[in-house]
């Protein structure tokens, strides 16, 4: 058997193939909040948290003026973007209401709480916070015991900072 990739391993960024690089900038940065670091050209551009070269990548390079792949095909599910906090959580979901984006769903998953939405090029996304590990579900043999309850919004706005 394979040895397991080092558990420092993560994934660095994701790049996305968009149809308006301006409408995309504007989802990515004017309603989730990521900062625009570069534009590359009049085809690409970098967005990132906390000044890292780059957590998102955008480009309409093999793309421009296209539409998104149509239901049945393989293709990303969703890019999930992993908040510090419930707080922090919070304050993505009241983002996304104020820019009147609907969610397509959301979820209490015992380990993590999360949002779901679609991008303007129909993208999946998933907004989310982890729990501390000590508070996993776990099977009284002590396997990870993942839920999909309900996640209270309501209850979740009102620690929006």
Known sequence: ???PVH???RIGHVHLKVADLDRAIAFYSGVLGFELQQRYGRGAAFLSAGGYHHHIGLN???S???TPPPPGHTGLYHTAFLYPDRAQLADALRR???AGIPLDGAADHGVSEALYLTD???NGVEL???RPEAEWPRDADGTLAMTNAPLDLDALLAEAP
């Open 128 to 130: 989310y916070r982890d």
């Open 120 to 122: 303007p090029d129909g």
């Open 7 to 9: 558990p420092a391993a």
């Open 64 to 66: 421009l003026g296209a």
């Open 96 to 98: 996304v209401v104020d």
């Open 1 to 3: 058997m394979t040895a």
């Open 60 to 62: 309409t390079w093999e």
